[in-house]
């Protein structure tokens, strides 16, 4: 292998990593370099099982090769590469969303992915997918558990207590989005929440149906949860499952007295 090939490889590797951790603006100062280094990748047998060898030295996962480049996660949250939610923490701080607003978003987020303490270990091709409609249904109900938690519950801070309160405020949906300057509702949180997540690695994305996209978790996502869930993930996803549990003998008697 001549050192030439061998820098092309570093490149890709390198670029890749820009690419899968959503720096878009690197990526775009060398996306003509990057397109041809694409069109090695799946034009040169040699070259991509060159890629692939240095993948696997520095303990990344290939889950898929992408326009912009190699979509990489690290294969263990021990890797010099694994994205913590700290680095995530990071990222969103650079963007123009507000973490008390997005909080909720990605409990529910998480909780899509993660009912179980179990799927935390699970392999994530076993997960299956979920939907922009899974996320919201959890919103709607965490809105209605935390609406019944006394006064006095300290479970959970007063200031998620307080996010609850704004995500109830919220409409599900902006019926005049196209306006400029429109509020903002749960679906355009989320949206914007999952294409962030997109960008960085933590979620694939898939359109098997024509009109809907549909989501995976990728291991570094899983990692990051599984290794640093803060505790309100935990409170969420275990206050929808106690309320549910609250309500279900209340259901029960209503559908015997309506048959009686």
């Not at 607003?101 to 009912?115: E, K, M, R």
């Not at 704004?166 to 509020?183: F, H, K, V």
Request: aromatic share 8%; with cysteine.
């Amino acid at each position: 292998m001549t050192s030439d090939n061998l820098y092309q490889i570093m490149r890709f590797i390198y670029l890749s990593l820009a690419y899968s951790s959503g720096q878009k603006r690197l990526v775009r100062q060398h996306q003509e370099e990057l397109t041809a280094l694409v069109q090695r990748f799946q034009s040169q047998a040699e070259f991509r099982q060159a890629v692939e060898t240095g993948l696997d030295a520095m303990e990344l996962k290939l889950l898929g090769l992408e326009e912009n480049g190699l979509r990489l996660s690290s294969r263990s949250t021990n890797s010099f590469f694994s994205l913590t939610l700290a680095d995530y923490g990071k990222m969103l701080a650079r963007s123009d969303l507000k973490a008390a607003d997005v909080l909720c978003v990605h409990c529910a987020i998480a909780t899509a992915f993660f009912p179980t303490e179990a799927d935390l270990d699970a392999p994530v091709e076993d997960l299956g997918v979920v939907v922009i409609s899974d996320i919201v249904d959890l919103l709607r109900r965490f809105s209605r558990a935390e609406a019944q938690l006394a006064a006095d519950d300290d479970r959970f801070h007063s200031q998620v207590r307080t996010v609850g309160e704004r995500i109830r405020q919220l409409p599900e949906d902006n019926p005049d989005s196209r306006r400029s300057g429109a509020g903002n509702s749960w679906l355009d949180l989320i949206g914007r929440v999952v294409d962030h997540m997109v960008d960085t690695g933590y979620l694939l994305a898939i359109q098997d149906m024509p009109d809907e996209l549909e989501y995976r978790p990728t291991p570094a996502y899983q990692s990051a949860i599984r290794e640093g869930a803060v505790y309100t993930f935990h409170l969420f996803r275990d206050l929808i499952v106690e309320h549910e549990k609250r309500e279900a003998p209340a259901t029960a008697r209503q559908e015997t007295h309506v048959s009686a």
